[in-house]
Nanobody, 115 residues
Framework: QVQLVESGGGLVQAGGSLRLSCAASRSIFSLNRMGWYRQAPGKQRELVAVIISGGSIKYADSVKGRFTISRDNAKNTVYLQMNSLKPDDTAVYYC?????????WGQGTQVTVSS
């Protein structure tokens, strides 16, 4: 089992930056995948960025060039650096990981981008 705790959300103006952190309760080195999803009001949860075992990274088209996902295995933490934020990025951001075929989610952190 894995517990995930997100932090770093908040209110920012358009064009600003935020960095989200997701701390895992166990080593992330052996996780199949770990990353970030988001859910805006009235919309389905969508993939933002994910690191897959082996090190490959996938981004949603809407965040490519603006967001960067990274990991620190020593701290069991994954980060999402978000730059050039837009009002459309407003959502609850969830950390996710997959281990032995099971999905685990954090409690979510709110990101609000004002215009």
């Amino acid at each position: 089992q894995v517990q995930l705790v997100e932090s770093g959300g908040g209110l920012v103006q358009a064009g600003g930056s935020l960095r989200l952190s997701c701390a895992a309760s166990r080593s992330i080195f052996s996780l199949n995948r770990m990353g970030w999803y988001r859910q805006a009001p009235g919309k389905q949860r969508e993939l933002v960025a994910v690191i897959i075992s082996g090190g490959s990274i996938k981004y949603a088209d809407s965040v490519k060039g603006r967001f960067t996902i990274s990991r620190d295995n020593a701290k069991n933490t994954v980060y999402l650096q978000m730059n050039s934020l837009k009002p459309d990025d407003t959502a609850v951001y969830y950390c996710n990981c997959q281990l032995y075929g099971l999905n685990y989610w954090g409690q979510g952190t709110q990101v609000t981008v004002s215009s």
